[in-house]
Structure formats: C-alpha cells, structure tokens
T-cell receptor, first 113, second 115 residues
Framework: GDSVTQMEGPVTLSEEAFLTINCTYTATGYPSLFWYVQYPGEGLQLLLKATKADDKGSNKGFEATYRKETTSFHLEKGSVQVSDSAVYFCALSDGGDFNKFYFGSGTKLNVKP | NAGVMQNPRHLVRRRGQEARLRCSPMKGHSHVYWYRQLPEEGLKFMVYLQKENIIDESGMPKERFSAEFPKEGPSILRIQQVVRGDSAAYFC?????????????FGNGTRLTVT
C-alpha cells in the first residue's frame, strides 16, 4: 500500500543554518505530495505542495522538489529561524477513489538562537 | 473566512463514558475527513464523509466508533464506552473537492484524555 517515510527527529539547528528533512514515498499511482507544519497545540497547516514529477513547491523560504526517479520529496530551507521550530509532516494523496492522505510520522525541528 | 472549527479543544472522559467531537468544515467545503494522532506519531486516516454520506470508513475501529455529517450542522465523531487507548488528538479536515491535488485544511484538533 501507499506510505510515507520521514527522517526521524528531533532535528536541532542553530539559527540561519541550512535545513533538510528527508521524505520518501511509496505509491502505486501518481500521487500529489505535500508538506504540512504543526505548531504546538495546533492543527496542521499546509506549507507547500507539488502535483507532478519535477514540480517544485515553495512557500516562506521552504521548498521541495517532486522526484519521481528517487520517490522523494525532501524539504529544504536555506536559513532557518527560531520561529520555524515545529513538527513537519510529509504527506501524499494517491489519486485513488477519493482524496485520501497518507502522512509520515513527523519530524520535530528545534531551532536555537 | 473561518477555517475548520473543532470543539471542544480538550475533552476529559472517564472509562466507559461517551465522547462527542464536533467539526464544522470551511465555508464551501463539503468533504470532511477525520484523523487520529497518537503521541509522537503521524496522523492516521479514520473516515471520509460527504453531506449525509459515509464514503470511506476503512480507518475506523469496527466497534464503539461512529461518524456522521448531517445535512444541517457539524460533523460528529462519536466514541462510545471510551478506553484509555482512545486518548489521542483527533483532527478534522475539509477539502473543497475530492480531487487528489486538493489540499486538506485542518482544524486545531480535539485532545481527548481518558482517565
């Protein structure tokens, strides 16, 4: 079945460091891929998405490229801020009968000043 | 433009009681999804509903759990005879269409604690 695998956290970085959070997926069809962010005590917020191979999603300095050949959708940011501290979830929607999402287990990011 | 509204934010129930969780989707959204998040884990799909219809409930436990989305009013996730293992955060999401590239919009969740 479809699934998403993320690198385990927590990831601890200093402010202005470069961020990479790895995400790989398994899907039978041609999924859409998403990154969501969850701040403490809140729900998930859509960060960015990509709907086909080689698409790049970007938002708030974050970006991720849909790589079909490596089945990956790694999240990157060139210079993190303390306010980026949160849990990041990679997800796919498999284009099956309905808009069913599969989520990774989440990666907690701590950014220190 | 209100987002997805869930209430209550926190719910405490004793073992054996019933829990009712409510969700009002975003304006204009008729597709509602419920997810459960256990501590330190990702979200697990439970059920997908459209107005008055359950479309897919493959993630719902077979017993004690039920969901509805009536013609009028919010979607309700109901857990009967709660047990400690039901303690989790329950998130509702909505989307404008059922298209696979239509993002889900999440509420802030209901955190259920069973004592």
């Amino acid at each position: 079945g479809d699934s998403v695998t993320q690198m385990e956290g927590p990831v601890t970085l200093s402010e202005e460091a470069f961020l990479t959070i790895n995400c790989t997926y398994t899907a039978t069809g041609y999924p859409s891929l998403f990154w969501y962010v969850q701040y403490p005590g809140e729900g998930l917020q859509l960060l960015l998405k990509a709907t086909k191979a080689d698409d790049k999603g970007s938002n708030k300095g974050f970006e991720a490229t849909y790589r079909k050949e490596t089945t990956s959708f790694h999240l990157e940011k060139g210079s993190v801020q303390v306010s980026d501290s949160a849990v990041y979830f990679c997800a796919l929607s498999d284009g099956g009968d309905f808009n069913k999402f599969y989520f990774g287990s989440g990666t907690k990011l701590n950014v220190k000043p | 433009n209100a987002g997805v509204m869930q209430n209550p934010r926190h719910l405490v129930r004793r073992r054996g009681q019933e829990a009712r969780l409510r969700c009002s989707p975003m304006k204009g959204h008729s597709h509602v999804y419920w997810y459960r998040q256990l501590p330190e884990e990702g979200l697990k799909f439970m059920v997908y509903l459209q107005k008055e219809n359950i479309i897919d409930e493959s993630g719902m436990p077979k017993e004690r759990f039920s969901a509805e989305f009536p013609k009028e009013g919010p979607s309700i996730l109901r857990i009967q005879q709660v047990v400690r293992g039901d303690s989790a955060a329950y998130f509702c999401a909505s989307s404008q269409t059922a298209s696979y590239n239509s993002p889900l919009h999440f509420g802030n969740g209901t955190r259920l604690t069973v004592t």
